[in-house]
């Protein structure tokens, strides 16, 4: 199973608008500098975001974005979810697929460890979480510079 690019750069532009929208509406070509990534691509993930309420835009020359709770409350679930769809990584392992196998079927059982695990670190995992992590990251590069 491979994470796609929308929920790995969704969770880096969040994490990166934790960390900076204390001083005010966060704008896009900021984050796409910082965190190396496409602006364009950027815009289609906060639309979905922004769609879902996790974000708000602001207008104007001072405009921006910003998260409408605090990331202590957002779960990368959640993120995870929105921009990727339910988190089940095979349809047997949703509540709604009736598979007549499932009581007698070893391989269910595996994607079920998996999807409980995926689910477990995900759920146990904030916004706060990363951007913490991202700052001590951050803390701990060294600039060299030479003559």
Not at 87 to 102: A, D, K, M, Y
Request: glycine share 6%; hydrophobic share 35%.
């Amino acid at each position: 199973m491979k994470i796609s690019t929308k929920s790995r750069y969704g969770i880096r532009a969040l994490y990166d608008l934790a960390i900076y929208q204390d001083n005010g509406p966060v704008q896009l070509r900021d984050i796409a500098r910082r965190q190396s990534l496409s602006e364009k691509y950027l815009e289609q993930l906060m639309a979905r975001l922004k769609a879902s309420g996790l974000i708000k835009s602001i207008r104007g020359p001072h405009g921006g974005y910003l998260l409408t709770k605090p990331p202590e409350k957002i779960k990368v679930v959640d993120i995870f979810e929105i921009l990727e769809g339910p988190l089940e990584p095979v349809p047997c392992t949703s509540s709604s697929f009736r598979c007549p196998s499932r009581s007698v079927c070893a391989a269910f059982d595996l994607w079920k460890r998996i999807y409980n695990s995926m689910k477990d670190v995900l759920e146990g995992t904030t916004l706060a979480d990363l951007a913490q992590l991202q700052k001590s990251k951050q803390a701990g590069r060294v600039n060299m510079y030479y003559i």
